[in-house]
C-alpha cells in the first residue's frame, strides 16, 4: 500500500505536530493495520509533558533501531489490511496489539517472561505507534477481538492486560484478603484482573466519588475514603494482622508507606503506581516482618491479551470505563492536557479516523 496518512508525531516536550507521513511498509511476518482506536495513559502524558524518556529522539533504541521524531501510540485496534509472510493475520480481520515486542531466543523468552526480554521494545514508546492511520506490527503480537466486542471497549485491551499481568504478579491466592491502592484507570484494570483469575475479599482505595463506585460494580468487597486513616481502618478489619497482599496502583505521595503499614506480616506489596518522588522505605520493618516488595511491568502477550479481550467481552469494564472517543487533531487539548491536570477517571481513545 503507497501514498501518506495523518499522524500525530513527537518532536519534543509539549511538542506534537500532526503530518502527513507516508505510509509504512510491512516486512516480512508484519501486518500492515488502520487503526480504528488508540488509548492515551499516563506514559504518554508524561513522555508529552516532560520527556522524551522513553521516546528515542536523540539516541538510538539499541532495540528497535529507532531514532528521532516518533508516532506515539501503544494501546491500538484496527483492521488488517495487509500482511506479509504470516499466517498469524489475515486481511480483514479486526485486532488488538500487545504493542510490545520480543525477539523469542532470549533465556528471559525462554522463560516464559517475554515482557522482560532481552531485546524488548514497545509499538508508540520505542518505535512507531498507533496515533496515525496505518501502522505496522509484528503479526505474532495481534490477537484477535471477538464478534461483538465494541472498538470503544476493545481499545482498552492492552491496558487491560497489563493489569491482568499485574494481577498475576501480586501472588493473591483465594480467600486473601487484598487492597488495592488507587481506583483510577490502571487500578481499575487490576481490580478487574483479580476477579478474572481469583475469589478474594477486595479492599479499595481512592477518593470518594465515582471511581470508588465503579470499583464496587467491578466487585470490590469494600471501599475506603482516601481523607481517612486508611491504614487504622485496614487493621481493624482485619484483626490487627493486617492484609496478605497490598496493591499500589496511584503513585501518591505516602502511598508505598501506608502499603507496607497495612500489609500482614509475611504478605506481599506489589508496585504498580510510579510514584514522582522516591517513597521512603523502612528496610527494617521489611526484612523483619519478611515482606515480599514486587514489581510488575507490562504484560506477557501469549498470556494476557487474548484473556484482557475476553473480559471486556463478558463483562462491564469497557462500558464503565470509557470517558471519550477523540479524533486526532484534538489529542493534545481534548487528551493529553485534560489527562495531565487530573480531569479524567477513565479511558480516552483515539479515533485515527474521526475529523474534529
Same mark, same amino acid.
Given at each position: 500500500? +503507497?501514498?501518506? =496518512?495523518? #499522524?500525530?508525531?513527537?518532536?519534543?516536550?509539549?511538542?506534537?505536530?500532526?503530518?502527513?507521513?507516508? @505510509?509504512?511498509? %510491512?516486512?516480512?511476518?508484519?501486518?500492515?493495520?488502520?487503526?480504528?482506536?488508540?488509548?492515551?495513559?499516563?506514559?504518554?502524558?508524561?513522555?508529552? #509533558?516532560?520527556?522524551?524518556?522513553?521516546?528515542?529522539?536523540?539516541?538510538?533504541?539499541?532495540?528497535?533501531?529507532?531514532?528521532?521524531?516518533?508516532?506515539? !501510540?501503544?494501546?491500538?485496534?484496527?483492521?488488517?489490511?495487509?500482511?506479509?509472510?504470516?499466517?498469524?493475520?489475515?486481511?480483514?480481520?479486526?485486532?488488538?496489539?500487545?504493542?510490545?515486542?520480543?525477539?523469542?531466543?532470549?533465556?528471559?523468552?525462554?522463560?516464559?517472561? +517475554?515482557?522482560?526480554?532481552?531485546?524488548?521494545?514497545? &509499538?508508540?514508546?520505542?518505535? $512507531?505507534?498507533?496515533?496515525?492511520?496505518?501502522?505496522?506490527? %509484528?503479526?505474532?503480537?495481534?490477537?484477535?477481538?471477538?464478534?461483538? &466486542?465494541?472498538?470503544? $471497549?476493545?481499545? =482498552?485491551?492492552?491496558?487491560?492486560?497489563?493489569? &491482568? $499481568?499485574?494481577?498475576?504478579?501480586?501472588?493473591?491466592?483465594? !480467600?486473601?484478603?487484598? @487492597?488495592?491502592?488507587?481506583?483510577?484507570?490502571?487500578?481499575?484494570? @487490576?481490580?478487574?484482573?483479580?476477579?478474572?483469575? $481469583?475469589?478474594?475479599? @477486595? +479492599?479499595?482505595?481512592?477518593?470518594?466519588?465515582?471511581?470508588?463506585?465503579?470499583?464496587?460494580?467491578?466487585?470490590?468487597?469494600?471501599?475506603?475514603?482516601?481523607?481517612?486513616?486508611?491504614?487504622? #481502618?485496614?487493621?481493624?478489619?482485619?484483626?490487627?494482622?493486617?492484609?496478605?497482599?497490598?496493591?499500589?496502583?496511584?503513585?501518591?505521595?505516602?502511598?508505598?508507606?501506608?502499603?507496607?503499614?497495612?500489609?500482614?506480616?509475611?504478605?506481599?506489596?506489589?508496585?504498580?503506581?510510579?510514584?514522582?518522588?522516591?517513597?521512603?522505605?523502612?528496610?527494617? #520493618?521489611?526484612?523483619?516482618?519478611?515482606?515480599?516488595?514486587?514489581?510488575?511491568?507490562?504484560?506477557?502477550?501469549?498470556?494476557?491479551?487474548?484473556?484482557?479481550?475476553?473480559? &471486556?467481552?463478558?463483562?462491564?469494564?469497557?462500558?464503565?470505563?470509557?470517558?471519550?472517543?477523540?479524533?486526532?487533531?484534538?489529542?493534545?487539548?481534548?487528551?493529553?492536557?485534560?489527562?495531565?491536570?487530573?480531569?479524567?477517571?477513565?479511558?480516552?481513545?483515539?479515533? %485515527?479516523?474521526?475529523?474534529?
Amino acid at each position: 500500500m +503507497t501514498g501518506t =496518512m495523518r #499522524a500525530a508525531v513527537y518532536h519534543g516536550a509539549r511538542d506534537i505536530r500532526f503530518e502527513e507521513v507516508p @505510509v509504512p511498509e %510491512p516486512r516480512d511476518g508484519e501486518a500492515l493495520i488502520a487503526v480504528r482506536r488508540n488509548g492515551i495513559c499516563g506514559t504518554d502524558v508524561t513522555e508529552w #509533558a516532560k520527556g522524551p524518556a522513553m521516546i528515542p529522539l536523540a539516541k538510538r533504541h539499541p532495540a528497535s533501531g529507532h531514532l528521532g521524531p516518533m508516532i506515539p !501510540g501503544h494501546e491500538f485496534v484496527g483492521e488488517v489490511v495487509e500482511a506479509r509472510g504470516t499466517t498469524e493475520a489475515r486481511v480483514g480481520q479486526i485486532v488488538a496489539a500487545g504493542a510490545g515486542v520480543w525477539c523469542g531466543a532470549c533465556d528471559r523468552c525462554a522463560q516464559g517472561r +517475554t515482557n522482560v526480554c532481552r531485546r524488548y521494545y514497545t &509499538l508508540g514508546l520505542n518505535a $512507531h505507534g498507533g496515533l496515525a492511520e496505518y501502522v505496522t506490527v %509484528p503479526a505474532y503480537t495481534l490477537r484477535a477481538v471477538p464478534d461483538g &466486542l465494541p472498538l470503544d $471497549h476493545a481499545g =482498552m485491551a492492552q491496558p487491560l492486560a497489563v493489569g &491482568l $499481568h499485574a494481577a498475576r504478579r501480586a501472588g493473591v491466592r483465594d !480467600g486473601d484478603r487484598v @487492597v488495592v491502592i488507587g481506583a483510577g484507570a490502571i487500578g481499575t484494570f @487490576v481490580l478487574a484482573g483479580l476477579g478474572h483469575l $481469583h475469589t478474594a475479599e @477486595v +479492599t479499595v482505595i481512592d477518593l470518594p466519588g465515582p471511581k470508588l463506585a465503579r470499583a464496587l460494580e467491578l466487585g470490590a468487597t469494600h471501599t475506603l475514603s482516601a481523607h481517612d486513616d486508611v491504614v487504622a #481502618a485496614v487493621l481493624e478489619t482485619t484483626s490487627g494482622e493486617g492484609a496478605d497482599v497490598v496493591i499500589e496502583a496511584s503513585g501518591a505521595p505516602g502511598q508505598y508507606e501506608n502499603a507496607l503499614a497495612m500489609v500482614a506480616t509475611g504478605g506481599r506489596v506489589l508496585a504498580v503506581g510510579l510514584p514522582k518522588e522516591k517513597p521512603a522505605v523502612d528496610m527494617f #520493618a521489611l526484612a523483619l516482618r519478611e515482606i515480599t516488595l514486587d514489581s510488575t511491568v507490562a504484560h506477557v502477550c501469549g498470556a494476557d491479551l487474548r484473556p484482557a479481550l475476553e473480559i &471486556l467481552s463478558t463483562g462491564p469494564v469497557g462500558r464503565l470505563l470509557l470517558d471519550d472517543v477523540i479524533p486526532l487533531d484534538r489529542l493534545v487539548d481534548s487528551g493529553l492536557e485534560r489527562l495531565a491536570d487530573g480531569s479524567v477517571d477513565g479511558k480516552i481513545l483515539v479515533d %485515527p479516523t474521526a475529523r474534529g
